[in-house]
Nanobody, 117 residues
Framework: VQLVESGGGLVQPGGSLRLSCAASGFTFHYYVMKWYRQGPGKEREWVAGVTRDGGVKDYSESVKGRFSISRDNRRRTVTLQMNNLQLEDTAIYYC???????????WGQGTQVTVSS
C-alpha cells in the first residue's frame, strides 16, 4: 500500500498550490479520501474529504471557499486545489484513505506547504 503526496512548496500569501496524492496497492474506489494537515506546534487536523464516487465533498471551516478536493478513480489520485493561501495554512499536508464507517486507513508521508512573504 502506498499513498504518495506531491505538489507542496513555498508560496506567498494569496498564492495557490495544487497537491496530488497517488494511491497504489489497495482498491482505491472502496475508500473515502481525505486531506489532513499538521502545522508547526499543532495537532493534526482534518482539512477536506470526498466520498468514494466523488459526489460529496466536505471542508473544514478554515478552508471552505478556498480549497477544493477532487478524485479520479481511474487514475487513483486525489487532489487538493488550494487558493488564496494564508500564513496559517503552513503545514505538512497528508492524504488518507479511510474505510467507510471507520477511522482506520492508510496515510501518506506528507508534503510540506509553506506560506511566507
Amino acid at each position: 500500500v502506498q499513498l504518495v503526496e506531491s505538489g507542496g512548496g513555498l508560496v506567498q500569501p494569496g498564492g495557490s498550490l495544487r497537491l496530488s496524492c497517488a494511491a497504489s496497492g489497495f482498491t482505491f474506489h472502496y475508500y473515502v479520501m481525505k486531506w489532513y494537515r499538521q502545522g508547526p506546534g499543532k495537532e493534526r487536523e482534518w482539512v477536506a474529504g470526498v466520498t468514494r464516487d466523488g459526489g460529496v465533498k466536505d471542508y473544514s471551516e478554515s478552508v471552505k471557499g478556498r480549497f477544493s478536493i477532487s478524485r479520479d478513480n481511474r487514475r487513483r489520485t486525489v487532489t487538493l486545489q488550494m487558493n488564496n493561501l494564508q500564513l496559517e495554512d503552513t503545514a505538512i499536508y497528508y492524504c488518507k484513505a479511510e474505510a467507510v464507517g471507520s477511522n482506520n486507513g492508510y496515510w501518506g508521508q506528507g508534503t510540506q506547504v509553506t506560506v511566507s512573504s
